[in-house]
């Protein structure tokens, strides 16, 4: 709201500019012996002024004059004042104007950004919860996979098919994968809590989010497509962009303060101060036409060794090439950044057309190992080192995934 003020302040600059001032007063005296007096009096006090964006100044205003009699003379005023040299032109006059114009463009581009940035934040927390909950299935599923061995290892040194120590290394995994599954627990609760957060929901309210992520086929998107879009909206570059403009501006402002100052103006005056004779006064002295002063004056200064205006000079020249420098570098960085984003993209779609292929391997390697055990070739631990794999290459497609979809999102 204050944002969109200030650009409506700025439109107001080349607008007209009214007010009255009224006053209202009454006055009473007593004179010894003689009596009472009571004066009434009540001044109104219009005054108008426009700026153009020319430069040209004008003024109208009415001054009330009263004096001790109650007589009431007015005088209208009107004043004209355009400069020629410097202050002149509507490229001068309009760069305030044009300044908050961008300036409300970028504070609309802000708002987006932060929007867009809040969006991203969601899409992230949301990934990280599928992701942390996948892992934590898959770590409780490893565990019992184990803890299954470790019971058919006991059953085979009840048997004497296995030695005592045989179980050893199995107990040893058995809470390795506790381990993991209880930090697997946290970090899920953790990414739990950061969802709610971002959303804004109450901390203790409970969530479900899917097992796994859509992901029909991996694109990269163009380079040159994508630089030319960033070089377009995104927002950072864009605001040094509207730098820039503002130091062209600015320096244009300060090289037109170097000219000397020649302004022409007039003024017109209509109205007695003081009228003796009681014939002019009142309103009636102002329209009637017989007390006109009219003036017409040309003004000119010669700034001789005016330091400070150099000085200016040289700010606003530094500054715009200072900024100049800053935009070209930033142009260079969003593209390297956008070049990067799309090599990494490329590499995780490759990436997670690898762990597709590895998923189904493991699907095979898994359901060859089930049959061997059937045909009793195979052990039952060699069917669950088989199995905890293919519960891995699951879990290594689905961090494929969201670890393509996040630099996706991060390159929008």
Same mark, same amino acid.
């Given at each position: 709201?204050?944002?969109?003020?200030?650009?409506?302040?700025?439109?107001?600059?080349?607008?007209?500019?009214?007010?009255?001032?009224?006053?209202?007063?009454?006055?009473?005296?007593?004179?010894?012996?003689?009596?009472?007096?009571?004066?009434?009096?009540?001044?109104?006090?219009?005054?108008?002024?426009?700026?153009?964006?020319?430069?040209?100044?004008?003024?109208?205003?009415?001054?009330?004059?009263?004096?001790?009699?109650?007589?009431?003379?007015?005088?209208?005023?009107?004043?004209?004042?355009?400069?020629?040299?410097?202050?002149?032109?509507?490229?001068?006059?309009?760069?305030?104007? #044009?300044?908050?114009?961008?300036?409300?463009?970028?504070?609309?581009?802000?708002? /987006?950004?932060?929007?867009?940035?809040?969006?991203?934040?969601?899409?992230?927390?949301?990934?990280?919860?599928?992701?942390?909950?996948?892992?934590?299935?898959?770590?409780?599923?490893?565990?019992?996979?184990?803890?299954?061995?470790?019971?058919?290892?006991?059953?085979?040194?009840?048997?004497?098919?296995?030695?005592?120590?045989?179980?050893?290394?199995?107990?040893?995994?058995?809470?390795?994968?506790?381990?993991?599954?209880?930090?697997?627990?946290?970090?899920?609760?953790?990414?739990?809590?950061?969802?709610?957060?971002?959303?804004?929901?109450?901390?203790?309210?409970?969530?479900?989010?899917?097992?796994?992520?859509?992901?029909? /086929?991996?694109?990269?998107?163009?380079?040159?497509?994508?630089?030319?879009?960033?070089?377009?909206?995104?927002?950072?570059?864009?605001?040094? /962009?509207?730098? #820039?403009?503002?130091?062209?501006?600015?320096?244009?402002?300060?090289?037109?303060?170097?000219?000397?100052?020649?302004?022409?103006?007039?003024?017109?005056?209509?109205?007695?101060?003081?009228?003796?004779?009681?014939?002019?006064?009142?309103?009636?002295?102002?329209?009637?036409?017989?007390?006109?002063?009219?003036?017409?004056?040309?003004?000119?200064?010669?700034?001789?060794?005016?330091?400070?205006?150099?000085?200016?000079?040289?700010?606003?020249?530094?500054?715009?090439? /200072?900024?100049?420098?800053?935009?070209?570098?930033?142009?260079?960085?969003?593209?390297?950044?956008?070049?990067?984003?799309?090599?990494?993209?490329?590499?995780?779609?490759?990436?997670?057309?690898?762990?597709?292929?590895?998923?189904?391997?493991?699907?095979?390697?898994?359901?060859?190992?089930?049959?061997?055990?059937?045909?009793?070739?195979?052990?039952?631990?060699?069917?669950?080192?088989?199995?905890?794999?293919?519960?891995?290459?699951?879990?290594?497609?689905?961090?494929?995934?969201?670890?393509?979809?996040?630099?996706?999102?991060?390159?929008?």
């Amino acid at each position: 709201i204050i944002q969109r003020y200030q650009l409506r302040l700025a439109y107001n600059e080349f607008e007209l500019q009214y007010a009255i001032g009224a006053s209202g007063a009454v006055q009473k005296s007593i004179y010894s012996g003689v009596g009472s007096n009571t004066n009434h009096t009540f001044l109104a006090t219009p005054e108008f002024n426009l700026n153009t964006k020319l430069g040209t100044q004008a003024k109208l205003g009415i001054d009330n004059n009263l004096n001790g009699n109650n007589n009431y003379n007015p005088v209208l005023n009107f004043s004209l004042t355009q400069p020629l040299l410097r202050g002149f032109g509507k490229s001068i006059n309009e760069i305030a104007l #044009l300044n908050a114009e961008d300036t409300e463009w970028l504070n609309k581009l802000n708002l /987006k950004q932060s929007v867009v940035e809040q969006i991203t934040q969601v899409i992230t927390a949301y990934r990280m919860l599928i992701l942390s909950g996948n892992n934590l299935q898959n770590q409780r599923l490893q565990l019992k996979e184990a803890q299954k061995s470790y019971e058919i290892n006991e059953k085979k040194i009840k048997a004497g098919q296995l030695e005592p120590t045989g179980n050893i290394q199995q107990s040893y995994q058995i809470e390795s994968l506790s381990l993991m599954v209880e930090q697997a627990g946290n970090d899920f609760q953790t990414a739990s809590q950061d969802l709610l957060q971002t959303i804004g929901l109450d901390p203790e309210m409970h969530i479900s989010v899917p097992s796994d992520i859509a992901l029909d /086929k991996p694109i990269v998107p163009d380079l040159q497509r994508s630089i030319e879009h960033a070089l377009t909206h995104n927002i950072q570059y864009l605001a040094y /962009k509207v730098a #820039l403009r503002a130091d062209e501006r600015a320096y244009k402002v300060a090289k037109n303060q170097q000219l000397w100052q020649l302004d022409v103006g007039g003024n017109i005056q209509s109205g007695v101060v003081n009228d003796v004779t009681g014939v002019n006064g009142g309103v009636r002295g102002i329209y009637e036409g017989n007390n006109v002063t009219e003036t017409a004056r040309l003004t000119l200064t010669v700034p001789l060794h005016d330091l400070n205006r150099r000085s200016q000079l040289i700010t606003a020249k530094v500054r715009l090439e /200072k900024d100049r420098l800053i935009l070209l570098a930033a142009k260079r960085a969003l593209i390297t950044n956008i070049t990067n984003t799309i090599n990494n993209i490329n590499s995780l779609a490759k990436r997670y057309q690898l762990a597709q292929k590895q998923v189904q391997l493991a699907e095979q390697s898994y359901d060859l190992e089930k049959k061997k055990q059937q045909a009793g070739i195979s052990s039952a631990l060699d069917v669950n080192n088989t199995q905890n794999q293919l519960i891995q290459a699951q879990a290594g497609l689905i961090n494929a995934k969201i670890a393509y979809l996040n630099q996706i999102s991060n390159l929008q």
